[in-house]
């Protein structure tokens, strides 16, 4: 009989993650099975069923080792245990179990870049003295300057302020000594130049895997090897944004030497029966650098930024979709669409016409409707594409970014480290409301979370959207259990319409020997509504909206397809 996992493992014998829809679970705002206000492991298992029920493949867990949580767990003390606020080892062990029972799929999340100051490694530092070997774990260089008392370069910190900060033993002493820090200062780079993180991590990958996990997420894919001579960086020549990690030439992101890491990687990732997959958080320069990462003997995928970043813009949009494939195919790896996660403003606020017509980068008054408007026919059009997706918690809801957190209430380090010029990303880690008219939604048994939600929020809550045919929930649930069926979408070919009126991208799905019915997937990007093709057909198989009506014309029926509005149509 086939095992569960054999169901989803995918359409014509393909291995199940060159298209599958892998939900992000931020844990600590996902479910809390014990009523103390912070997400957890046994929250998460208690929610699997409903996970089924979406229609998702697999679960990308974020971080849920012990960690200071300085940076929501993207600080690590120690990568071999369970943050005992989030749960245990047994947890893990029961999760993964219940999930793979349903044919669910568990990637967990790996940080490499860097550990928290509190892991063992760099507690041994600033309990030494710098010829102890315990040094060469991290990057450590002597300050510049008579007194060192200067950084040993300019680079900054992805959250703002200095890449380095100074080294001070746990005895007090201030020595002559910096640390990197690409990201928070409780976060140290570690050096990848040395054997024994190498070996330390591949360790931790097999300890993972040999518990059953199906894959890694790895953090700042991009950025564990940098350029041995430290060079300075010309900040001036990039744009000031909430997060300075999308600086693409920068001499810490993207060196040739890090592929190196991954093929280590890949092997142990291929000794596993099934082999066990490796994802980027991979943040490319272009489609084309993005893509070695994606070589055989290297990861299996890598998140899509570039798309993410795209917008509500039907011509980037396109481009990025054409550049992915190219450049994906080049290497015969399955591209990946993502356009929410814990990082960004959720793509529901992000879409919203804003009065000045600017973007929507930091907390700012939206059209929240027709931002809702968008995301869901976006999220309908991505779901078309070739390859691979991720949905992050929340979005199957429509929630929308929190802008109005009590200061008191914010964890980001970008918050702290910008003083409150940056809000940071707590507003998309907002507790999930499951159920009911007062906070926490459901949530958790009790009324904490740890992050303050929005009363509106009861209108938007699992509980309130199940069996509403035009809820949000309802219709990424239409979409995803299409999605599995349809030979034709998931990986494989696609070709553009090019009849498509302006704003429309319009795209045909079809099985390589064309032997199944193709799919049209089409999108209307402006703010009319617009007529389609007769030729396009009007058998719509999945709408993002209502605004969908077959009209007749000169040259018989056609489909008028409304404002913000996407559908896939029997082509
Ligand atoms: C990327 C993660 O997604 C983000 O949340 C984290 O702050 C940084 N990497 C640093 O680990
Ligand atoms: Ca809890």
């Excluded at 518990?211 to 001579?229: M, N």
């Excluded at 093929?263 to 943040?283: H, N, S, V």
């Excluded at 991505?382 to 949905?391: K, N, Q, R």
Aim: aromatic share 10%.
């Amino acid at each position: 009989m086939a095992s569960p996992l054999d169901v989803c493992a995918y359409r014509r014998g393909r291995p199940w993650w060159r298209d599958a829809v892998v939900y992000q679970i931020y844990p600590r705002s996902f479910a809390d099975a014990n009523g103390d206000g912070i997400g957890d492991l046994d929250g998460i298992s208690s929610r699997l069923d409903y996970l089924v029920e979406l229609g998702v493949d697999a679960l990308w867990i974020s971080p849920f080792y012990v960690s200071p949580l300085h940076d929501g767990g993207y600080d690590v003390a120690d990568y071999r245990d369970v943050d005992p606020r989030i749960g245990t080892l047994a947890d893990v062990d029961a999760l993964i179990a219940e999930a793979h029972r349903r044919g669910l799929r568990v990637i967990m999340d790996i940080v490499p870049n860097h550990t928290s100051s509190e892991h063992r490694w760099f507690q041994e530092v600033v309990n030494s003295s710098p010829d102890s070997p315990s040094w060469s774990r991290y990057i450590i260089r002597e300050g510049k300057g008579a007194d060192h008392d200067q950084p040993p370069n300019n680079w900054r910190s992805v959250f703002h302020g200095p890449g380095w900060s100074r080294l001070v033993l746990a005895d007090g002493t201030v020595t002559d000594y910096w640390y990197l820090h690409l990201f928070d200062d409780t976060q140290p780079d570690v050096d990848w130049t040395n054997p024994e993180v190498r070996a330390e991590f591949a360790s931790v990958l097999r300890f993972w895997f040999d518990r059953g996990v199906d894959g890694f997420r790895i953090d700042v894919a991009h950025g564990l090897a940098k350029d041995p001579e430290l060079p300075d960086m010309d900040y001036d020549a990039m744009p000031q944004t909430e997060i300075l990690g999308v600086a693409p030439e920068a001499p810490y992101w993207d060196q040739d030497e890090v592929h190196t890491i991954y093929r280590e990687w890949r092997k142990i990732a291929d000794e596993y029966d099934p082999p066990r997959i490796l994802c980027g958080e991979t943040w490319a320069p272009s489609a084309e650098r993005l893509a070695l990462y994606q070589r055989p003997d290297e990861l299996h995928t890598s998140f899509n930024f570039d798309y993410l970043a795209a917008g509500w813009d039907a011509e980037r949009m396109r481009s990025s979709i054409d550049e992915t494939v190219d450049h994906h195919l080049a290497v015969g790896a399955p591209p990946t669409w993502v356009l929410s996660n814990h990082d960004v403003i959720r793509h529901a606020t992000r879409f919203a016409p804003t009065p000045d017509g600017r973007p929507v980068t930091g907390p700012v008054e939206v059209d929240a409707e027709v931002g809702l408007t968008r995301a869901r026919a976006a999220t309908v059009f991505m779901l078309g594409l070739p390859g691979s997706v991720y949905l992050y918690q929340g979005e199957e809801l429509g929630l929308p970014e929190v802008f109005d957190l009590p200061s008191e209430a914010r964890q980001d380090p970008v918050w702290f480290r910008t003083k409150g010029e940056y809000t940071g990303r707590d507003g998309c880690r907002v507790p999930i409301p499951w159920s009911g008219t007062q906070p926490s939604f459901g949530f958790g048994p009790r009324e904490a979370s740890w992050l303050p939600q929005p009363a509106a929020w009861a209108d938007l809550s699992v509980a309130s959207q199940v069996g509403i045919a035009e809820s949000t929930l309802e219709m990424y649930r239409r979409a995803l259990a299409q999605r599995r069926q349809e030979p034709a979408l998931g990986e494989g070919p696609m070709a553009w319409l090019d009849d498509s009126p302006e704003g429309v991208l319009a795209l045909r799905r079809f099985t390589p020997d064309n032997d199944q019915p193709e799919v049209l997937v089409v999108i209307n990007t402006t703010e009319e509504t617009t007529h389609l093709p007769s030729d396009y057909g009007t058998d719509v198989v999945v709408a993002s909206g209502l605004d969908v009506a077959a009209v007749s014309g000169a040259d018989g029926e056609h489909l008028a397809l409304g404002p913000a509005t996407a559908v896939w149509l029997r082509g």
